[in-house]
């Protein structure tokens, strides 16, 4: 059985990744906004065992409602779910010990979204594993 992903999912205004793992946000930490929103951002943190680098792991980060439902911003005819998928892939730098952790990161930033007020949760599901985090549309 392969080691667990480590992953810490924070909502900032904006967010950047850099080759080294590092993230560098603004306005981190939120948890309320209004509607429309304005542009966001999810940072991902991931912490990747070393028996599971050098490995293309799959990741799907969505946008769900307050019912569990993919958000959709187009029509039923046209729609368009705020989803963001690839694959990551860390190599192994020589000389890292064997159980040792490799950062990695991800700054996944979303426009502007016309959402109704309620709860919103950003699922990630990573590696076969899922991680969540929660906001909130409220009247201004």
């Known amino acids: 059985m392969?080691?667990?992903?480590?992953?810490?999912?924070?909502?900032?205004?904006?967010a950047v990744s850099d080759p080294s793992g590092k993230i560098h946000m603004l306005g981190a930490g939120w948890s309320m906004t209004g509607t429309p929103t304005a542009?966001?951002?999810?940072?991902?943190?991931i912490k990747i065992p070393w028996d599971r680098s050098n490995q293309k792991l799959p990741m799907h980060l969505q946008l769900l409602d307050s019912d569990g439902h993919p958000v959709n911003l187009g029509t039923p005819d046209n729609p368009q779910y705020v989803t963001s998928e690839g694959e990551i892939e860390v190599g192994r730098p020589p000389g890292v010990a064997p159980g040792s952790m490799l950062d990695a990161s991800i700054a996944v930033n979303v426009q502007s979204m016309p959402l109704p007020i309620g709860r919103y949760e950003w699922?990630?599901?990573?590696?076969?594993?899922?991680?969540t985090t929660?906001?909130?549309?409220i009247q201004r």
């Open 2 to 14: 392969a080691s667990p992903v480590e992953v810490q999912l924070l909502l900032c205004d904006a």
């Open 39 to 45: 542009p966001q951002a999810v940072a991902i943190l």
């Open 123 to 131: 699922r990630l599901d990573f590696a076969g594993q899922l991680f």
């Open 134 to 137: 929660a906001f909130q549309v």
